[in-house]
């Protein structure tokens, strides 16, 4: 079975290439719904197993907002999008103009908010996916979960081995004063996986 860890240079070269259309369309989106300017910097493409996952965000006990859907289509997979507990609650005040700082939990508006976000930013990592790959993929109705990292990611990726191999995308958004860390995670089903390695295999 294919090993995402073992990607040739032509296929990283690819996930970055998508990591960088997927965050450039994700900030415009972005921007767009906040009407302010927001900057990006340059993902950073990870290939980890799924039970390595915890660690990328923070540790199984930092407290992370986790938003997830499931991929349908010509593949099967999940997309998580995972932001750390600083990076929620700055989504959150620039989403709804609130002082979110010095806050440990999300109301209600802002976890509507931060679902409907995570919605724009993953879709916008779809389509970037979409595009580069030449297949049909859509997405579910998000979920969302703000908990430790360990039980965000139990929770979210139940139905798949803790040995999944994952694609991680880590980008920073920014604006002003504010940034914010999102960590993108494509979870293929080992079928789906065998389908992006080997579409990513051809040069563009």
Known sequence: ???IRSLSDIQLDAMREVGNIGAA??????SQLIEKKIMITVPK????????????????QSLIAGVAMHVLG???????LILPRKSALQMAGLLTKQDTEE??????????????????LAGAYLNALTEFLGLLLLQSVPQLIFDMAEAVINELS???????????????????????????FLMPDKVSLDVILRVTQVPK
């Open 103 to 120: 806050r440990q939990t999300l109301t209600m508006m802002e976890h509507s908010a931060i679902k409907e976000a995570g919605n724009i």
């Open 1 to 3: 079975m294919p090993d």
């Open 25 to 30: 369309h994700a900030a415009t989106a972005l």
């Open 74 to 80: 010509d593949i099967s997979a999940k997309i998580v």
């Open 158 to 184: 139940k139905g798949f081995p803790a040995n999944t191999e994952v694609i991680c995308i880590e980008t920073e958004f920014m604006e002003s004063n504010r940034v914010i860390n999102g960590y993108f």
């Open 45 to 60: 493409v990870l290939c980890l197993p799924l039970n390595k996952m915890v660690l990328v965000v923070g540790g199984p």
